[in-house]
């Protein structure tokens, strides 16, 4: 439990320049604005009305609100553990888009007659787009990379070895194996397995 003194703090900062009565605009001018920004380590808050949303009984919880309860629920499960032989993980919001986004992709994708799967892939550190090259045949991943430079290596393995990791149970739940004669495969038992990835070499290499 918060301190009592880490409360008062808190109810002085909360209610300076609060408006009770003002249904629009609850605090004057930026009193609002909360600098530094509080920092929950999954998200900065830097708005009083973060926590008026969460008070208030008629506003809705955002993904924001969400994804810092469950960050300092799984942050308790650590020290408080339920039961020595359940294990709980809380998930948060990006879990909930992600299986979202995913039945709409199962929805859309045509995947019966696709013996090769050409995969946009975006380096978020280096800023730069590679192409992730699946034959399904063979269950294997070739990575191509007009990035010359070794600077980002690691980041590329880690994206490179994300994929071949999940593409292949993200394919079986879209149905993918179901559609295919068994001798299809150039190894059947190995179709969940992390698929064999490839780096290519082009000679003439951009460096941009």
């Known amino acids: ?11 002085s900062l909360y209610h300076d320049g609060y408006r009770a009565r003002n249904r629009k605009k609850k605090w ?9 920004p509080f920092n929950f380590k999954v998200d900065y808050v830097d708005s009083k009305y973060w926590f008026h949303d969460l008070i208030c009984s008629d506003k809705c919880f955002t993904d924001s609100h969400l994804n810092v ?35 709409l992709y199962h929805k859309d ?9 050409l995969i946009p892939m975006f380096m978020r550190k280096a800023k730069h787009w590679i192409l992730g090259y699946v034959e399904c045949k063979y269950m294997t991943l070739s990575i191509y990379n007009s990035f ?18 999940i ?17 299809y495969f150039d190894n059947q038992l190995k179709l969940l397995a992390p698929m064999e990835t490839m780096f290519p070499t082009h000679p003439n290499s951009a460096t941009g």
Not at 148 to 160: G, I, N, R, V
Not at 173 to 183: L, W, Y
Request: hydrophobic share 40%.
């Open 1 to 11: 439990m918060p301190l009592e003194a880490d409360k008062e703090m808190f109810y």
């Open 28 to 36: 004057i001018g930026n009193k609002d604005v909360l600098i530094p």
């Open 69 to 103: 309860a469950f960050y300092y629920l799984k942050k308790m499960r650590r020290c408080y553990p339920l039961d020595e032989f359940l294990s709980c993980l809380p998930v948060d919001a990006v879990f909930d888009t992600y299986i979202r986004d995913l039945w």
């Open 109 to 117: 994708w045509s995947l019966k007659d696709a013996d090769i799967l």
């Open 148 to 165: 010359a430079s070794h600077t980002y290596e690691e980041e590329l393995k880690d994206l490179a070895n994300g994929m071949a990791t």
């Open 167 to 183: 593409l292949p149970h993200l394919l079986q739940s879209v149905g993918f194996f179901d559609e295919r004669p068994s001798n």
